[in-house]
């Protein structure tokens, strides 16, 4: 088990924004309070979850299975910088991905560590999003033309010569594959990682020179028991020279008389691609498909200064403390020393660069001697591996107890008692898959919880919330396509269609049921409306066709349904025109109609004017009159008094997108509507004057989703008007009249469906099939 444990100053951020609303009932499992926002952007599972301050702010580092690394602003939700990558391998041209993550403070600054499945580990700068440099291993401390020089080795396999005293690379090698003695010279061999033949070259350390010449194998011999490479000449002869035969066991060239004989009697095999010569002297064959093989004095030497790349996340000792190396990230970059202060319990109490190599280190880098290497990753992150392990994360609490949370085996994160173990409360549960990895913080003081699933998905908790509690109830099995709200025998309602194709009522103040569901409809209900007929109420109901659908809740029979006309009902709203109840539908065909429901008849002649399909419709009294307010594919909004069927003044423009829904409500006791647009903002309108009341809301991510206007509640500030608008599993609110966030947004389990206000500022909410009520939090 492996434990990580962050914080977070007081007063990082702002002041969390207080938790606007509250469930009064719902009818499955209650939403969990403490759940914050969701942070999408990965395109697969979530292994790994990280947390630092960054200027004052709360970050998140995620890394992915999609082979990313992102970095977000806890408190918004919003990524920093554009996602990262660890290397993309130059034959497969796939990215490698990333293990883990990890953060700490390098010379003062944030930074975040990542582990790569290429066993590489990078350093990224929090503040800017950019690479701070790759980790190395210390190979040796040696002098090479006079300097001291380290050699250092990448999880690439790139050999990098570092002057001592200046801290900049004096050499790279990529490939690297073993370091030998050549005639008195340090060579570094390299291997072709991207040839089918493996070719190998010899470079000299000192002055980076290739010494080695590659030619090609034209034929394999075996003669006598020995076995010869025939090759076209060195590189560089005169054209027509004649071949060369190498004893492969040896390295030499062969005589002449014995090169005429084995050409003339010699047995050809095969395998045998190039050859790798130096100073007349053949070292190395590259053969097909296989390890290069390595001949003569570079055969042993090479075996025993063999560079294992798998070994790159060893640490290396400095005056007796363990460090680590850091290659910069950019070609010139500089070799830096990290020192790993520990513990005793192999977990870093703190990462900071020392200083460059240079500056006159007098004190030798020695590696650590294989057997008590320590893992780099280790130290980093306080995990043996970086996967497999069951996450633990502890935080403060907010009454000064310190809580823990651990990953299970179900998939849920289990929040416990650090002194007792015991657990705290329900499990953290939300993820639809498993969670992998759980991280800590604290934000304006409170504990927070990051947790990284399966779903793709970072999740955050706020752990000084409770769970809600109420008992569950049961309604609809299929998706809560719509609802509205009304009054049943004096008792305010909710109703709610779902796509069980069933309609049901509820009790606004007890949550429970108040009539048998009516089932049966046909096809899915995309609008609906309460309008009272003759002292009892009816539900009218639009879906994919021209038709309404009337329907007695109490008795559960449908009524005979109403053709419109129109093409397609998309949008339906109630008024009373002259004392009598109708209902305004939003048509496919571009006209808005007036009904009457007692005799199931239009009111008038289609309202015409919009140049596309209506899409939404509200309704509102305007200096006495009713009027109805429409928004269109056609980017206008609209507004028609009912009475004699004319549209008032000018369209109200502004959006540059269809407009997508309309509402509602009174702004300082004047009637004004609400417009939302697929250009994803929300116009404020005053209908008297037929302006806009200042300048578009931004911030609304998903124009399509369900959206209300409603009041706060009690408290300061009570009565003004805030539209809520559903976004994924998100319910988020903006004040009408500042345009900005109204509160913290509310988080439930599934996306949301439908919204409808209430009385008092609530809001009702389906979620999946649940419906659910919820209420000012100051209520």
């Not at 509690?469 to 099995?477: A, F, I, K």
């Not at 307010?629 to 008094?641: I, L, P, Y």
Request: hydrophobic fraction near 40%.
């Amino acid at each position: 088990m492996s434990e990580t444990s962050a914080g977070a100053p007081d007063d990082v951020n702002a002041p969390l924004p207080d938790q606007r609303w509250t469930v009064q009932w719902a009818d499955g499992p209650v939403p969990d309070h403490r759940r914050l926002r969701s942070l999408t952007g990965h395109s697969a599972p979530v292994r790994s979850v990280a947390t630092a301050v960054v200027d004052g702010r709360a970050v998140v580092v995620s890394g992915s299975r999609d082979t990313t690394v992102r970095f977000w602003d806890l408190a918004t939700g919003e990524q920093m910088h554009a996602p990262v990558t660890g290397r993309t391998d130059p034959v497969s041209s796939m990215t490698t991905g990333v293990l883990s993550v990890a953060t700490a403070e390098a010379d003062g600054r944030p930074v975040a560590l990542t582990l790569h499945e290429d066993d590489s580990v990078l350093a990224w700068d929090l503040a800017t999003g950019r690479a701070a440099g790759e980790f190395v291993r210390l190979v040796e401390s040696t002098v090479l033309e006079g300097r001291r020089v380290l050699l250092t080795l990448g999880a690439d396999g790139t050999l990098g010569a570092w002057d001592l005293l200046t801290g900049s690379r004096v050499g790279a090698f990529p490939s690297a594959a073993g370091l030998a003695v050549l005639e008195g010279r340090r060579v570094v061999l390299t291997v072709d990682d991207i040839a089918v033949d493996r070719t190998v070259r010899v470079w000299d350390l000192g002055t980076g020179e290739q010494l080695a010449r590659s030619v090609e194998v034209e034929r394999t011999l075996t003669l006598d028991g020995r076995v010869l490479a025939v090759t076209a000449g060195e590189a560089g002869t005169a054209a027509g020279a004649e071949p060369r035969l190498w004893d492969l066991a040896t390295g030499e060239p062969a005589p002449a008389p014995a090169a005429a004989a084995a050409l003339s009697q010699g047995t050809e095999v095969g395998g045998v691609s190039t050859a790798t010569v130096v100073h007349g002297r053949l070292v190395a064959v590259g053969l097909d498909g296989e390890e290069p093989r390595f001949i003569g004095p570079l055969a042993l030497a090479r075996q025993n200064g063999a560079l294992a790349r798998h070994r790159a996340r060893e640490t290396a000792l400095l005056d007796g403390r363990t460090v680590a190396l850091t290659a910069g990230a950019d070609e010139d970059g500089t070799l830096r020393i990290w020192d790993l202060a520990d513990d005793g319990q192999q977990r870093v109490t703190g990462i900071r660069v020392i200083r460059s190599v240079g500056a006159g280190e007098a004190a030798p880098v020695l590696p650590h001697e294989p057997e008590r290497a320590g893992d780099l990753w280790q130290r980093l992150s306080g995990r043996p591996t970086g996967t497999g392990n069951a996450p633990v994360a502890v935080v403060g609490g907010s009454g000064g107890d310190r809580i823990a949370l651990t990953v299970e085996a179900d998939g849920t994160v289990t929040v416990r008692d650090r002194a007792t173990g015991r657990p705290g409360g329900p499990p953290l549960t939300g993820h639809t898959g498993k969670v992998h990895d759980v991280a800590t913080t604290a934000l304006a003081g409170r504990p927070v919880a990051v947790t990284a699933g399966a779903d793709h998905t970072i999740r955050t908790w706020d752990l000084t919330h409770v769970q809600g509690d109420g008992p569950p109830r049961s309604g609809h099995t299929g998706t809560v396509c719509a609802l509205t709200t009304g009054v049943l025998d004096g008792t305010p309602v909710a109703v709610t269609a779902g796509a069980d194709h069933a309609v049901r009522v509820w009790d606004l103040a007890a949550g429970r049921q108040v009539t048998a569901p009516v089932t049966g409809l046909e096809g899915e209900v995309t609008a609906m409306v309460t309008v009272v007929v003759d002292g009892r109420m009816l539900v009218v109901t639009a879906g994919c066709g021209d038709a309404l659908g009337l329907l007695d809740p109490v008795g559960g029979h449908p009524h005979e349904s109403v053709t419109t006309g129109q093409g397609r009902v998309l949008a339906l709203a109630t008024a009373t025109l002259t004392g009598r109840p109708v209902l305004v539908t939003a048509g496919a065909d571009r006209t808005v109609a007036v009904w009457d429901p007692a005799t199931r008849r239009a009111v008038g002649e289609p309202l015409t004017g919009h140049s596309s399909r209506v899409t939404s419709v509200a309704t509102v009294e305007l200096a006495g009159r009713p009027v109805a307010v429409t928004g269109s594919w056609d980017k206008t909004v609209r507004v028609w008094d009912l009475a004699d069927g004319r549209q008032i003044g000018e369209p109200l423009t502004g959006h540059t997108d269809w407009v997508t829904s309309v509402a509602t409500v009174l702004v300082d006791g004047r009637p004004a509507a609400v417009s939302r647009s697929r250009d994803k903002t929300v116009c404020l309108w005053d209908l008297a004057a037929m302006r806009q009341i200042g300048g578009a809301r931004t911030g609304h991510a998903d124009p399509n989703g369900p959206m209300a206007v409603t009041g706060t509640g009690t408290g300061a500030g009570a009565g003004l008007p805030v539209v809520a608008v559903g976004q994924g599993q998100t319910v988020r609110c903006w004040d009408l009249v500042t345009g900005d966030e109204a509160g913290d947004e509310y988080v439930l389990p599934l996306a949301v469906g439908a919204l409808g206000a209430a009385p008092g500022g609530r809001l009702v909410v389906g979620f999946g099939p649940e419906v659910a009520l919820l209420r000012p939090a100051a209520d």
